[in-house]
């Protein structure tokens, strides 16, 4: 009886974590145009919006696509770890919020390359991760020349880490070719489904 009274009160079950799906995969592979349409089909989903210290491309708006950091005010969250994961590419640093995966969803989309993948696999060990492949280097090159949203500068860069990135494709249970984008939109749809809300796309 006196040991009864000693026990903390009951607390209340904490809420169970909102699921985490990982996009991983090399830049210009496609990654960012499968989650749009995605989010498109999926209500429940909702996309984690990333820090960064690179500069905005034209009509990106700080908060929409990245919280846009100085290197300082980055460093600084480092510090105070406001970080789930981060990681220096192509010259920029790069990193997802903790706050960002606490908001109510049906799951939390992560666009995230492969060293913060890599973390993710140990911090949240029960996320989906699905490594996104191109055709080959040479389709990566293109897209990434097509997107024109890079200085040919940046473009060699990310072209140089390509292989290394290519490389980690073993790494990882699920990987989607995003050879045909409808294909590769299906397959990722169906991975999510679970996370998608009240209208599910059908599992193709
Ligand atoms: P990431 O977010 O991985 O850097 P993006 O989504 O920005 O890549 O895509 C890079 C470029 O490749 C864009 O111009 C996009 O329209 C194009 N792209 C995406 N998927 C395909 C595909 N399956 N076939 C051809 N081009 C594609
Ligand atoms: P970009 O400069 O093209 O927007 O992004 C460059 C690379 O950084 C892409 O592969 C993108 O997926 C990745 N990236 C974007 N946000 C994050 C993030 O929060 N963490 C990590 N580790 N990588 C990210």
């Known amino acids: 009886m006196q040991r009864a009274r000693l026990l903390p009160p009951p607390i209340a079950p904490a809420a169970p974590p909102t699921p985490v799906l990982v996009i991983t995969g090399p830049s210009g592979v496609g990654k960012g145009t499968l989650i749009r349409l995605l989010l498109g089909r999926c209500p429940g989903l909702q996309l984690s919006v990333s820090a960064t210290t690179r500069p905005p491309r034209e009509g990106e708006v700080n908060g929409r696509e990245y919280h846009f950091l100085s290197r300082s005010d980055f460093d600084q969250r480092v510090e105070r770890r406001e970080f789930i994961e981060h990681a220096e590419y192509a010259g920029n640093r790069y990193g997802t919020l903790r706050s960002e995966l606490e908001r109510p969803a049906g799951g939390i989309v992560l666009e995230i ?12 060990p029960e996320a989906v991760q699905v490594f996104i492949a191109p055709p080959s280097l ?20 990310r072209m140089e880490v390509a292989p290394v990135e290519m490389a980690a494709r073993e790494e990882f249970s699920t990987v989607v070719v995003n050879e045909d ?17 009240p209208d599910e796309p059908e599992s193709s």
Request: charged share 35%; with cysteine; proline share 0%.
């Open 113 to 124: 390359e492969i060293q913060g993948a890599r973390q993710v696999r140990e911090t949240l």
């Open 181 to 197: 984008l409808d294909a590769a939109l299906a397959e990722l749809a169906s991975l999510a489904a679970k996370m998608c809300g």
């Open 138 to 157: 040479e389709d990566l090159q293109e897209r990434l020349v097509g997107r024109a949203s890079d200085s040919e500068e940046q473009i060699a860069r």
